[in-house]
T-cell receptor
């Protein structure tokens, strides 16, 4: 069975600093994809970044990077130079094949001035 | 353009009402999804359509009835809902099943 674990219910960071949001996963399928989504208080789930299990390099998208450690089964999201607009709930998710997307419980990030 | 639109943004309905939620995408995606999200919880999958055919029904009560009239539109018909059905309803689409899902802004539903 697939499982995503996000152990940080809440994180605080000061503006302009970097922050790491943790995500560990469990699957027996050798082919899988890992996603991070951002959900502001408005409700929309915003796709941030994707990492495939066979990708050799860590994914990056602007200020977002995914620290993929396959042996540890972790896929942490790193946000560099935090901005006030980064305050939101962040969900890690995984899919294998055509199976449904499995979400973690989320981490609420608060960026302070 | 990765835009999925949903209407209405907010909906209040009584337990005897019939209403519909609408989702639209013009990205040429062939898979569309309905999720239900309760406060402080991750989204829960309800239905998946692939090439306009119902592919997955996650044992959702029959008071929720999905419809995919064409490749761009996805509806969720609501009838005789219960107060516990109050939630944020999110629509998503992806190129095909298994690809990255792009979500709409959601409809906040309150059942009185």
């Amino acid at each position: 069975a697939q499982k995503i674990t996000q152990t940080q219910p809440g994180m605080f960071v000061q503006e302009k600093e970097a922050v790491t949001l943790d995500c560990t996963y469990d699957t027996s399928d050798p082919s899988y994809g890992l996603f991070w989504y951002k959900q502001p208080s408005s409700g929309e789930m915003i796709f941030l970044i994707y990492q495939g299990s066979y990708d050799q390099q860590n994914a990056t998208e602007g200020r977002y990077s995914l620290n993929f450690q396959k042996a540890r089964k972790s896929a942490n999201l790193v946000i560099s130079a935090s901005q006030l607009g980064d305050s939101a709930m962040y969900f890690c998710a995984m899919k294998t094949g055509f199976q449904k997307l499995v979400f973690g419980t989320g981490t609420r990030l608060l960026v302070s001035p | 353009d990765t835009e999925v639109t949903q209407t209405p943004k907010h909906l209040v309905m009584g337990m005897t009402n019939k209403k519909s939620l609408k989702c639209e995408q013009h990205m040429g995606h062939r898979a569309m999804y309905w999720y239900k999200q309760k406060a402080k919880k991750p989204p829960e999958l309800m239905f998946v359509y692939s090439y306009e055919k119902l592919s997955i029904n996650e044992s959702v009560p029959s008071r929720f009835s999905p419809e995919c009239p064409n490749s761009s539109l996805l509806n969720l018909h609501l009838h005789a809902l219960q107060p516990e059905d109050s939630a944020l309803y999110l629509c998503a689409s992806s190129q095909i099943l298994g690809e990255t899902q792009y979500f709409g802004p959601g409809t906040r539903l309150l059942v009185l």
